[in-house]
């Protein structure tokens, strides 16, 4: 059962809203409580956009706005859609020398001509905020202190945020990528959190059995409202991660109009999981300024 603060908002089905938009505010005004009791020292995130795909933009657009809501300093690098693999090696390796600089992240994906691997591995783990690299993956399986993903973290404060039950739970994920699926399996599985997890991806046969056997269903295949109300037990949680642009707009992978109805609790989309990964990016800065001694611990 989840166990609801007061003053959520609920559905016209009754479940329980849970508003990243919400929450996120939450989180930007209390980092700039944190920041402003610290004196105001300077904490940098850096972020590096190459390319005109225009949802990096947007998105970009909006982690240098909500760090400045938190009081933190913003850098933006801007590359052409014909940099050279060099150039933005070059770039990168700049901001990681570059002490005023605490939090990186490259905006994926880059352009198609440009490998993201070895951008990724110039990222020293304490300015890798995005918690993307091979160091910080390693660190998150083998439990040891590191930057956590952020759109992961960001389900998994949503849901501590709402109550959501996690230990004894059984969660499916649906969607197996190092960016979302993989990473919030390890978060569920943790000690301390202890669902039960189960991984589903797209060669899983019965997706639709599989995901309603979910006390905790998590959306992250990038595939325009696939779950549906048969994919649901009464009374689940239901995350959805997905975006996807189609001519009806931008939607997630949930129906949320059926869904609502069934489900215990539900993320709106837009205004779920998206301003979390944002929130989420911004506490990574300030802790990583904290790994830096920038910030006082
Ligand atoms: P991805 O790398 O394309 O991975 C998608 C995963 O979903 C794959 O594991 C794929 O299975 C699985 N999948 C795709 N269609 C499926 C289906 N019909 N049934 C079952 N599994 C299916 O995508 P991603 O980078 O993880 O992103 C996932 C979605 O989250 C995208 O829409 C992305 O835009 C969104 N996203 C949102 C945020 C946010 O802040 N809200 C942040 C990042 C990403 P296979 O492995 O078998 O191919």
């Known amino acids: 059962m989840l166990d609801v603060m007061a003053d959520v908002t609920r559905t016209l ?18 980092l700039r409580v944190e920041v402003e009791a610290a004196g105001s020292p ?8 190459a390319g005109d795909d225009r949802p990096s933009h947007v998105y970009v657009r909006a982690k ?9 300093l913003s850098r933006g690098v801007a590359l052409p859609g014909s940099a050279s693999q060099a150039e933005i090696e070059d770039e990168v390796g700049a901001l990681v020398d570059d002490p005023s600089v605490h939090g990186i992240l490259v905006q994926l994906p880059l352009p198609e001509a440009l490998d993201p691997e070895p951008v990724l591995a110039l990222l020293t783990p ?4 995005d918690g993307l690299t091979e160091r910080s993956m390693g660190r998150l399986v083998r439990g040891l202190p590191g930057h956590v993903p952020c759109t992961p973290l960001g389900v998994m404060r949503l849901l501590d945020r709402y109550g959501v039950p996690t230990s004894g739970a059984r969660a499916v994920v649906v969607g197996r990528s190092t960016l979302v699926g993989l990473p919030l399996t390890l978060l569920l599985a943790r000690k301390g959190v202890d669902a039960t997890v189960t991984l589903a991806h797209s060669r899983t046969p019965d997706l639709v059995e599989t995901c309603r056997q979910a006390d905790l269903l998590i959306a992250a295949a990038g595939s325009a409202r696939m779950i549906g109300p048969r994919h649901v037990q009464p009374g689940a949680t ?7 642009r189609t001519e009806a707009g931008i939607v997630g992978d949930v129906d949320f109009d059926a869904v609502q109805a069934i489900a215990g609790a539900i993320t709106p989309m837009p205004g779920g999981t998206g301003p979390m990964t944002i929130a ?6 300030l802790v990583a300024a904290r790994m830096q001694n920038a910030f006082p611990a």
């Open 13 to 30: 089905g009754g479940a329980v809203l849970m508003d990243g938009n919400r929450l996120r505010d939450e989180i930007v005004a209390q």
């Open 42 to 49: 300077p904490v940098c995130l850096a972020t590096v956009l």
């Open 64 to 72: 240098h706005k909500k760090a400045e809501e938190a009081g933190m």
């Open 126 to 129: 304490e300015k890798d905020v």
């Open 238 to 244: 239901v995350v959805d991660v997905g975006v996807s």
């Open 280 to 285: 989420c990016l911004l506490q990574n800065t």
